[in-house]
């Protein structure tokens, strides 16, 4: 079982930053970051494909938006920099005892996170 605990949202205007932190409690291979708006399915945003691995980008972010992992701390961060408002969502944070092939896919992981809110104002 792992454990997933997010933090760093909020509210910001456009062209803004945020930092989003997410702990692991338990031992994982992918994980990755996740957005949800509402009427819309959970779409993957940026992850690491391993631990310590490769990370990966969907178009909307690329440029924008870095993942980086303290491995000792098992955490993965999301550096959410020249924010737009279509960036507006819940963030969530996933886990999986594999290696993704994509990452895009919400099914590809096993854990969840509870989600963290980003507001960005136009």
């Known amino acids: 079982q792992v454990r997933l605990v997010e933090s760093g949202g909020g509210s910001v205007q456009a062209g803004g930053s945020l930092r989003l932190t997410c702990v692991a409690s338990?031992?994982?291979?992918?994980m990755g970051w996740f957005r949800q708006t509402p009427g819309n399915q959970r779409e993957g945003v940026a992850g690491v494909y391993t631990r310590g691995g490769v990370p990966y980008y969907y178009e909307p972010v690329k440029g924008r938006f870095t993942v980086s992992e303290n491995n000792p701390l098992n955490t993965l961060y999301l550096q959410m920099d020249n924010l737009k408002p279509e960036d507006t969502g819940m963030y969530y944070c996933a886990a999986a005892h594999r290696k993704c092939n994509s990452g895009y896919f919400p099914h590809e992981f096993d854990y969840w996170g509870q989600g963290i809110q980003v507001t960005v104002s136009s």
């Open positions: 338990g031992s994982r291979y992918c």
